[in-house]
């Protein structure tokens, strides 16, 4: 069967292209990229970089923005109701606090659980 002309000249271009050493083809590949990122770098600068401009702030709706933002806080104040001022050291009783020993749930079931799990495993092991 006589493959349709199209058909037979991609058939001689996949071909060619597999007989190309695979560096070649990814060089080409590689400076066709480079080519149209240029293109597109140009094209955004020949464009004046319209894309790029700040909004002018005037009837714009920033006014609602500022309106909606808080001050800064006074000089020695917090900058939230309950922010607290950094530590830095922590005291015997912080570490205490934090410690999972004084956690109020029960995790000696799951000791147990997972103690039962590992001989489990290991009676299976020769």
Known sequence: MRLPEPQVKLAALR????????????A??????LGLALAA???LGASGGRGSEVPARAGSG?????ELSLPPP??????FPLARPRKLRY???????LSPRTWR???EALRARRVA?????YDTLP
């Open 105 to 107: 749930f029960d995790v």
């Open 117 to 121: 799990e590992l001989e489990s495993l």
């Open 28 to 33: 080409g590949l590689a400076a066709i990229g």
């Open 15 to 26: 071909e060619a292209l597999r007989r190309l050493p695979r560096p070649l083809l990814i």
């Open 91 to 97: 005291t015997e009783a912080d570490a205490a606090a």
């Open 74 to 79: 006074a000089p020695g104040e917090l900058p």
């Open 62 to 66: 920033y006014e609602f923005f500022d």
């Open 41 to 43: 770098i140009a094209a």
